[in-house]
């Protein structure tokens, strides 16, 4: 039976903070079938977990072949992942956008035709605003370049990336193209970074980088010398003669001066934490949030958003975003991560982060039927774990749907300069 919170909460327009959608044209005319898009997002690490072969994962993704045989070579995979996090996101898509209760391979072949329906032009901002019921999404495409998205200007924001800097990958025939500028020293290195930030700062929403899965996310300061030399060994050795320390040395460099233009332009710096995408490579030492305390300490001014809720390091990331005025945590991807995990910790931050610092949801897919599906999951998990707090009396359902507006959409417009990159975007376009 639905209650008034269960009513609030899917009336909220949900600010969706973190997705790599790909474009309009993609999804029309290099979109999924049907199998793809239901297994499309990321629940294939669980099917290969759960035994899922090399061969069958390939089938599964080939259009090419017979929709019930790659199905049925990747069944009993999914009988064992159905229940996870990533297996219930494709159940929902499943059940609302191709009309499956249950999946089979017969009933997911007759269910193709389906797919020219949702593949067309409009229906990916219709599936996002209008029965995701999303605000907006804010999406890292891997790139600086913060240009208007003409299929939904104010919808469709996008995250200037830092990824390579923080990874001390330096393409100087890239930063050339885009700023015009040669980078042959540190300073001329300086004057690029600023550039980027001058010439797309003002139509993106926040930073973002994931260098996480490429090496540690302990950072430490670095004085110019050391940068400089560092720079020096990048621009004249082959790449795969460039040692760790050296990548990781100008890395923390290049990360420093993002963090320092963030700060002039008032953008956001979302930083991946905490779990890996895919299978067997994730060393977990790099991915605790703790890592980066002489960062925030260095840098009180910025707004650092630790993204995944650090999973695994949960708990950490609580006593992270209550010490520090400049950390907030961004439950992204988390609800499908571990759904039980995600809810108990934002029961903990309930009693004892301030609300403000909190952010509810992000995606983290490419099509927007996976993002639709992880909206609607996030939904039924803050219900869930705000009935709890009801249930033993921490708060009043009034104090938990005032609670749910500002972590699904207030907080995140007063830490991002929603209004005022709309604004830019609608001078750009």
Same mark, same amino acid.
């Not at 035994?51 to 990747?74: E, H, W």
């Not at 108990?344 to 309930?350: A, E, G, N, V």
């Given at each position: 039976?639905?209650?008034?919170?269960?009513?609030?909460?899917?009336?909220?327009?949900?600010?969706?903070?973190?997705?790599?959608?790909?474009?309009?044209?993609?999804?029309?005319?290099?979109?999924?079938?049907?199998?793809?898009?239901?297994?499309?997002?990321?629940?294939?690490?669980?099917?290969?977990?759960?035994?899922?072969?090399?061969?069958?994962?390939?089938?599964?993704?080939?259009?090419?072949?017979?929709?019930?045989?790659?199905?049925?070579?990747?069944?009993?995979?999914?009988?064992?992942?159905?229940?996870?996090?990533?297996?219930?996101?494709?159940?929902?898509?499943?059940?609302?956008?191709?009309?499956?209760?249950?999946?089979?391979?017969?009933?997911?072949?007759?269910?193709?035709?389906?797919?020219?329906?949702?593949?067309?032009?409009?229906?990916?901002?219709?599936?996002?605003?209008d029965i995701a019921n999303l605000d907006h999404i804010q999406t890292d495409d891997f790139s600086w370049n913060c240009a208007p998205d003409m299929s939904g200007p104010e919808f469709f924001l996008y995250d200037l990336s830092w990824a390579n800097f923080c990874n001390g990958n330096i393409d100087t025939k890239a930063i050339n193209a885009e700023t015009g500028i040669e980078v042959t020293d540190l300073a001329t290195l300086r004057n690029s970074i600023e550039s980027i930030f001058a010439k797309h700062a003002p139509c993106a929403i926040a930073v973002k980088s994931q260098h996480a899965y490429n090496r540690t996310l302990n950072w430490t300061e670095r004085t110019d010398t050391e940068a400089s030399k560092a720079l020096d060994k990048v621009l004249t050795k082959p790449s795969e003669e460039i040692d760790v320390d050296t990548r990781i040395c100008l890395g923390d460099w290049c990360w420093a001066r993002g963090v320092e233009q963030t700060i002039e332009h008032n953008l956001p710096f979302k930083i991946h934490t905490g779990y890996y995408a895919g299978n067997n490579r994730m060393p977990v030492s790099r991915i605790p949030a703790g890592n980066m305390c002489a960062l925030f300490s260095r840098y009180l001014d910025a707004k650092f958003v630790l993204m995944h809720i650090a999973y695994p390091y949960n708990d950490e990331l609580v006593a992270l975003a209550k010490h520090y005025r400049n950390i907030y945590v961004?439950?992204?991807?988390?609800?499908?991560?571990?759904?039980?995990?995600?809810?108990?910790?934002?029961?903990?931050?309930?009693?004892?982060?301030?609300?403000?610092?909190?952010?509810?949801?992000?995606? +983290?897919? =490419?099509?927007? @039927?996976?993002?639709? !599906?992880?909206?609607?999951?996030? #939904?039924?998990?803050?219900?869930?774990?705000? $009935?709890?707090?009801? +249930?033993? =009396?921490?708060? @009043?359902?009034?104090? !938990?749907?005032?609670?749910?507006? #500002?972590?699904?959409?207030?907080?995140?417009? $007063?830490?991002?300069?929603?209004? =005022?990159?709309?604004?830019?975007?609608?001078?750009?376009?």
């Open positions: 039976m639905a209650t008034d919170l269960n009513n609030h909460i899917q009336s909220i327009r949900l600010v969706d903070t973190h997705e790599h959608m790909r474009r309009e044209n993609d999804w029309v005319d290099n979109g999924p079938d049907i199998l793809q898009d239901l297994f499309g997002n990321y629940v294939p690490a669980d099917l290969i977990t759960a035994g899922a072969t090399p061969q069958a994962m390939q089938d599964l993704m080939n259009p090419s072949k017979d929709i019930v045989q790659r199905f049925d070579a990747i069944r009993d995979a999914w009988e064992a992942t159905q229940f996870t996090g990533y297996g219930e996101a494709v159940s929902i898509v499943a059940k609302n956008i191709y009309e499956l209760d249950e999946l089979t391979g017969q009933g997911i072949a007759d269910a193709q035709d389906k797919v020219k329906d949702i593949r067309t032009k409009g229906k990916r901002l219709e599936i996002l605003r961004d439950f992204c991807w988390a609800w499908s991560i571990d759904p039980y995990s995600s809810r108990d910790f934002l029961r903990r931050c309930i009693h004892a982060v301030p609300s403000n610092k909190l952010f509810a949801f992000g995606g +983290d897919t =490419g099509w927007p @039927t996976s993002a639709m !599906a992880y909206a609607i999951q996030a #939904r039924r998990e803050i219900q869930r774990a705000l $009935e709890a707090e009801i +249930d033993e =009396g921490y708060l @009043t359902e009034k104090q !938990a749907m005032e609670f749910a507006t #500002r972590f699904m959409n207030t907080n995140q417009y $007063e830490c991002f300069d929603i209004h =005022g990159t709309r604004e830019n975007i609608a001078k750009a376009a």
